[in-house]
T-cell receptor
Framework: NAGVTQTPKFRVLKTGQSMTLLCAQD?????MYWYRQDPGMGLRLIHY???????AKGEVPDGYNVSRLKKQNFLLGLESAAPSQTSVYFC????????????FGSGTRLTVV | AQSVTQLGSHVSVSEGALVLLRCNYS??????LFWYVQYPNQGLQLLLK??????LVKGINGFEAEFKKSETSFHLTKPSAHMRDAAEYFC?????????????FGGGTRLMVKP
């Protein structure tokens, strides 16, 4: 049982380059999320999705886009990477209902130079 | 909007000593509360959660947390620290009426365990 799988695990980008981070879950969860983790700031929500074909902005959405074409996949895109987007990115998923915890992926460490 | 404050970004204890990690939330209505643990180079793992049943919640690895409405707190404790408990711990809160099940996380507390 894989849970939540993120690819790639590491990436170095040059300023202005684009890339897509992939998140896949095999638990049939309705809800999926992208967070970024920066030292001392905890995790901040970038975008989320409550179902296939739906997405919404979180706390820090600028510079990112997302898509949820299939229920099991949630893609995070950076169209023009900036050094401020250097971070560790986590995907998470959960069932409908606010009392369930999230299942997290193992993260993607992105460096923008 | 919800907010979560974790007092102390770093906590150091000796092996066998009591672990106490503090978490306070801001909400007029008791929310759902969670503690997560993150080991180096890994994702976050759910330790325990409060969802309005017993106010003392027991989790994995011997951790427990007590919900205190009057203090708006949900502190994490463990009677005796082990070396393997060294990790970063995050408190998180979710509104009961949160349509997107979104969690708001605290800034994290790094627990160091000395031999």
């Amino acid at each position: 049982n894989a849970g939540v799988t993120q690819t790639p695990k590491f990436r170095v980008l040059k300023t202005g380059q684009s890339m897509t981070l992939l998140c896949a879950q095999d638990m049939n969860h309705e809800y999926m999320y992208w967070y970024r983790q920066d030292p001392g700031m905890g995790l901040r929500l970038i975008h989320y999705s409550v179902g296939e074909g739906t997405t919404a902005k979180g706390e820090v959405p600028d510079g990112y886009n997302v898509s949820r074409l299939k229920k099991q996949n949630f893609l995070l895109g950076l169209e023009s990477a900036a050094p401020s987007q250097t971070s560790v990115y986590f995907c998470a998923s959960t069932r409908q209902g606010a009392n369930y915890g999230y299942t997290f992926g193992s993260g993607t460490r992105l460096t923008v130079v | 909007a919800q907010s979560v404050t974790q007092l102390g970004s770093h906590v150091s204890v000796s092996e066998g000593a009591l672990v106490l990690l503090r978490c306070n939330y801001s909400s007029s209505v008791p929310p759902y509360l969670f503690w997560y643990v993150q080991y180096p180079n890994q994702g976050l793992q759910l330790l325990l959660k409060y969802t309005s049943a017993a106010t003392l919640v027991k989790g994995i690895n011997g951790f427990e947390a007590e919900f205190k409405k009057s203090e708006t707190s949900f502190h994490l404790t463990k009677p005796s620290a082990h070396m393997r408990d060294a990790a970063e711990y995050f408190c998180a809160v979710s509104d009961r009426q949160n349509a997107g099940n979104m969690l708001t996380f605290g800034g994290g507390t790094r627990l160091m365990v000395k031999p």
